[in-house]
């Protein structure tokens, strides 16, 4: 559980870091977000994180096509569908956050989804790291 924590708390100290080395990166219209997901303990309580910017360089191992997906679908992760794929019903909770800036307009969501894979049928790339 605390090395959990220690990842957090490094992201987001990375994330302000980087916002305070650009201040100006929210009025051009700059991208740093910090990606998180949290899943059950069917899953092991195993816990995921990294930083997204959309340019080169950034932790995002799908950085592409995470950064197509907020530019087609936006970042409300409340209203996405799914892409059509076949889940099973387990009950396996996953908790995705996303927070920073994109394009420079501040995010802050969190969403709870029954399992990992309807996680992916509405997230697409973006929380798969």
């Given at each position: 559980?605390?090395?959990r924590?220690?990842a ?14 650009a ?30 910017t959309?340019e ?52 802050n969501?969190?969403?709870t ?17």
């Amino acid at each position: 559980m605390s090395g959990r924590i220690c990842a957090f708390v490094a992201l987001f100290v990375s994330l302000f870091a980087f916002a305070g080395t650009a201040q100006a990166a929210p009025s051009r219209g700059g991208t740093a977000l910090v990606l998180t997901t949290q899943y059950s303990e069917f899953d092991g309580n195993a816990f995921k994180a990294t930083v997204l910017t959309c340019e080169r360089g950034d932790q995002h191992p799908r950085r592409a096509l995470a950064c197509a997906t907020l530019a087609s679908a936006g970042t409300d992760l409340g209203t996405r569908q799914a892409d059509g794929r076949a889940c099973t019903f387990h009950y396996a909770p996953v908790e995705v956050a996303m927070f920073g800036y994109w394009r420079g307009e501040l995010v802050n969501e969190v969403h709870t989804y029954p399992n990992s894979c309807v996680m992916l049928a509405h997230t697409g790339a973006l929380f798969d790291f």
